[in-house]
């Protein structure tokens, strides 16, 4: 049966820099959760990320609100191994000229094993928001079912977008190559 990882943030990494909020040109916040919907974007003019605390680069690492932000590094290793289902949207990272780009997964699968996870829960009528009734409100434990992944080598689970998923080839891919700021946990 096939392996498969939650690709997370290593928040421990000695010395690391932290990002802030996607902005425009003209430093307004850009929306965060568009990057969460499986789509592909376009943008007009660059984003760009605060830094602070400035610190040592990493190749992975999360920005305000999960977003992923990759080293050229890491979208080389993917165009090596042929990764399809991921847009790099190129953005410019405060006080520093390495080029950087927001990882954007395109696909989305519905593959929660709820009965496999330690804890679920689903957004109910008593919780006052009825557009998201019947949706995931926590997981705890998270496990998929990989019988529902088919080819997908990385993706975000339905329901649980903040979650990016990848396949085993690809995590020892990423710790072959060395890349920096990653942290995986089995699913």
Known sequence: MP???DLKDD?????????????????QRINPWQFFNGRRLEFQGTIRFPVKPDGVELDFCWAAF?????????VQLFER????????????VEGHTEP?????????????????CEEVQYFKPEDE?????????????LRIDPTKVGDARI??????????????DLKQAL??????????VEV
């Open 3 to 5: 392996r498969y990882f």
């Open 11 to 27: 928040r421990y990494h000695p010395g690391r820099w932290h990002l802030g909020n996607p902005r425009d040109e003209q430093g």
């Open 66 to 74: 999960s977003i992923p932000v990759v080293h050229g590094r890491f």
């Open 81 to 92: 191994l042929g990764v399809q289902d991921v847009q790099f949207i190129p953005v410019q």
């Open 100 to 116: 950087f780009f927001i990882l954007n997964t395109l696909r989305t699968l519905r593959c929660v094993d709820d009965a496999r």
């Open 129 to 141: 928001q009825p557009e998201k009734v019947g949706e995931y409100k926590f997981i705890a434990g």
């Open 155 to 168: 993706f975000r689970p339905w329901g649980w977008t903040g979650s990016l998923i990848v396949s085993e």
């Open 175 to 184: 710790e072959a190559e060395r890349i920096t700021g990653t942290r995986f």
